[in-house]
């Protein structure tokens, strides 16, 4: 499942320009993708040829999904005549249209546990601050996800129990680091890092990560440095470094392209532009 529906942000046409016109993705800031679409048709009604020239671009943004569609349509009507035109046709008509549509995200709860956690991570990379709402169970899933989309073996601790580590990296000769994710929008002191650095030791772990939504005061910092300095190092990830991380393990999890066209009915683009030129008599 998509986190992104068909559907306008808005119907006003100066929203959906705005959409079209942006290079890269307006929730991540990703340079879209393009799926060219392209269609021709000609038909023969009667004494009337229309002939009709379609193009259809979708972008795509290869980091949350986001998308949008533009479509360009040259319509020319034509009358078979054998008194007109050295190819027996008179031009009656011409219509030029332009149209398109941009992605909206679907509802969703940052509290539900049952949500697929691929969708929790296109949801995070799409709306920031998701991350201060997001059930803390769901966020070290995340959190493990995408240490394990980085290279890493990753495996989330029980809930209770875990003498306050959240997600174990197993590394070679048994040696593991200990992970703890904090969902939080106030700065993170001292006394937290202090209480992992000692979980750290106690557990036999060979190094300590912390995790947060939000940052760090300095003397976080500090007792980060000093813990290296015993021979455990522990590295702190505030939430802007975690977002970064995620969105370039969530690029490796790219959406099919041909699921984001399946997505796309071209029959509901929203028309921008219209201009029509005619000949009379039309017929």
């Not at 949350?64 to 034509?78: D, F, K, Q, V």
């Not at 995790?211 to 300095?218: I, L």
């Not at 021979?231 to 702190?236: A, K």
Request: hydrophobic residues 40%; negative net charge; proline residues 4%.
């Amino acid at each position: 499942m998509s986190i992104w529906e068909y559907s306008s942000l808005e119907t006003a046409r100066e929203v959906i320009q705005a959409g079209l016109a942006t290079p890269t993705c307006p929730f991540c800031q990703t340079p879209l993708d393009s799926l060219p679409l392209r269609l021709d048709r000609n038909r023969t009604d009667a004494r009337i040829v229309i002939d009709q020239y379609e193009k259809i671009s979708v972008d795509a943004c290869s980091t949350c999904g986001w998308w949008r569609a533009a479509s360009e349509r040259l319509t020319n009507h034509w009358r078979e005549s054998g008194r007109v035109g050295a190819d027996g046709k008179r031009w009656l008509s011409s219509e030029q249209t332009r149209r398109g549509m941009i992605a909206r995200l679907r509802v969703f709860s940052a509290q539900d546990i049952d949500v697929p956690l691929e969708d929790v991570r296109s949801f995070l990379v799409a709306n920031d601050e998701l991350r201060f709402e997001i059930h803390p169970r769901i966020f070290e899933e995340v959190v493990a996800d995408v240490f394990r989309d980085l290279g890493f073996h990753a495996r989330v601790t029980a809930y209770s129990g875990d003498g306050g580590i959240d997600v174990v990296l197993d590394g070679p000769d048994e040696s593991m680091i200990g992970v703890q994710v904090k969902r939080y929008k106030n700065t993170i002191s001292v006394e937290p890092i202090r209480a992992l650095t000692g979980a750290l030791f106690n557990r036999g772990y060979t190094a300590g990560i912390f995790v947060t939504t939000s940052d760090y005061q300095k003397g976080a910092h500090s007792e980060a440095t000093m813990s290296t300095l015993r021979g455990i190092p522990v590295v702190l990830i505030n939430g802007t470094r975690f977002l970064e991380a995620l969105g370039i393990a969530q690029r490796k999890k790219y959406v099919d392209k041909e699921e984001v066209l399946d997505q796309i009915d071209v029959n509901r683009l929203i028309v921008l532009e219209y201009e029509s030129t005619k000949l009379p008599p039309y017929i």
